[in-house]
């Protein structure tokens, strides 16, 4: 006579449960792998587009220091404005950058363009200028006025006058952002100071 026990098939069933526990462990480690890598690569890019403003912050100064002669006017086609805003802009609206400088798309797919506004109040005037107004212009300006000069150089005579060493240097802001791939966007700003 037979005498073998019969099987009730335990072993089997504790066996599925642990196959399917390490399938879903497998799953979840392919899932937080897949997301890692996903996530270093939108800091690539996002780090890519902040290299590419750096290069359009250098564009606009670049282009500040060519055209010094000319900067008391407003030049859309460049992207400048001889004055700053009356309320500050929104970034992210498209009709902000319709009047920007273009800097090109480089070779990882950015795109740049930049605004330059001359911290000054009011457009088309000098930076020691009168507005159209009748105030006087006022602008975001440095001298070196607090050291007295050496022997040999320029100073007014009267008492208690100030004495530039220099000439004076108007402050200007300049907006950059770049558009990558994956709808990256970066914007940077940065102050420059412009000997007049």
């Known amino acids: 006579m037979n005498t073998a026990k019969r099987q009730r098939g ?3 069933f504790i066996a599925l449960i642990v196959l399917v526990a390490m399938t879903l462990a497998g799953i979840a480690i392919m899932r937080s792998v897949d997301t890692a890598t996903l996530i270093a690569g939108n800091l690539a890019f996002k780090q890519a587009t902040i290299q590419s403003a750096d290069n359009g912050v250098e564009q606009a100064y670049q282009w500040l220091l060519a055209n010094r002669t000319v900067l ?5 086609g460049a992207g400048y404005y001889s004055s700053r805003p009356g309320s500050e802009p929104d970034w992210n609206d ?5 009047s920007a400088a273009t800097v090109g798309t480089d070779a990882a797919g950015n795109t740049t363009s930049y605004v330059i506004h001359r911290l000054c109040n009011c457009p088309d005037t000098l930076y020691n200028g ?3 107004s009748g105030s006087a212009q ?6 070196a006025s607090n050291v007295a000069p050496p022997p040999g150089q320029g100073d007014s005579f009267a008492v208690g006058a100030s ?3 220099e000439d004076p240097k108007a402050y200007y802001r300049i907006t950059v952002r770049t558009q990558g791939p994956r709808n990256t966007t970066s914007y940077v700003q940065s102050m420059v100071a412009i000997a007049l």
């Open 10 to 12: 335990t072993v089997l």
């Open 72 to 76: 008391a006017n407003t030049n859309l």
């Open 94 to 98: 498209p009709l902000t950058w319709t």
């Open 130 to 132: 009168t507005c159209a």
């Open 138 to 143: 006022q602008c975001a300006l440095t001298t």
């Open 163 to 165: 004495g530039f060493l």
